[in-house]
């Protein structure tokens, strides 16, 4: 389901004309609730960067949320993922910022940086999996979530509308039910079968009575 396909559906069933803000209004606040409600694939991104010696810092990308993990690449190409600590850690652990070696830990330092200790040795190139609020589907006009699950957006959306228009409860709770029901078989594959196969988890089996 693409954006204009989305908002000729929001007021059909609505049965309302919204203005371009609104229908905006309640794609982006449906996306906003789906995104931190499952997590999906298309909420992660990986990018590589680099240390330098003697500087315990890293700059976050401008786009990120929260870190599923952080390696440092070592001159054999091998990895070494850190532990996620907090700053008071850090400083409790590395106190000696001129003390170095091969970074192990790593923790938010502020909204825009990490802090690693030990310092780092040497020049390493770092690899970092997070978590991001991908392009909304109002200015990219087709996302994964319209394309692979456009049930949850609509109900997602259809929840923001109604409630805009003061709508009767039981309407309210009509379309609140659905989306519910949407977002649990969204969680069945973000939460569920995305985090599994069946090599080591076996094949589902539903239970014969």
């Known amino acids: 389901m693409n954006y204009v396909t989305l908002c000729t559906n929001i007021q059909d069933i609505c049965e309302n004309t919204f203005t371009a803000d609104q229908l905006a209004m309640f794609a982006e606040q449906a996306e906003q609730k789906i995104y931190n409600s499952v997590q999906i694939p298309a909420l992660r991104k990986n990018v590589t960067g680099s240390l330098t010696a003697d500087n315990k810092y890293l700059t976050t990308p401008a786009d990120f949320l929260y870190a599923y993990s952080l390696a440092v690449v070592d001159g054999d190409g091998a990895y070494h993922f850190l532990l996620n600590k907090d ?98 078989l969204l969680k069945n594959l973000g939460d569920g079968k995305l985090r599994q196969d069946a090599y080591r988890s076996g094949q589902f089996r539903e239970k014969v009575s």
């Open 87 to 184: 700053v008071n850690f850090m400083r409790e652990a590395y106190p000696v910022p001129t003390s170095t070696g091969l970074p192990k830990h790593y923790a938010y330092f502020d909204a825009d940086t990490f802090i690693l200790g030990p310092t780092p040795d040497d020049s390493y190139a770092t690899e970092l999996h997070y978590g991001y609020y991908p392009e909304s589907i109002v200015t990219a006009g087709t996302t994964w979530l319209g394309d692979e699950f456009d049930s949850a957006l609509l109900n997602g959306a259809l929840v923001e509308a109604i409630r805009f228009m003061k709508g009767e409860p039981d309407m309210v709770q009509l379309y609140t039910t659905m989306y519910v029901q949407a977002i649990g």
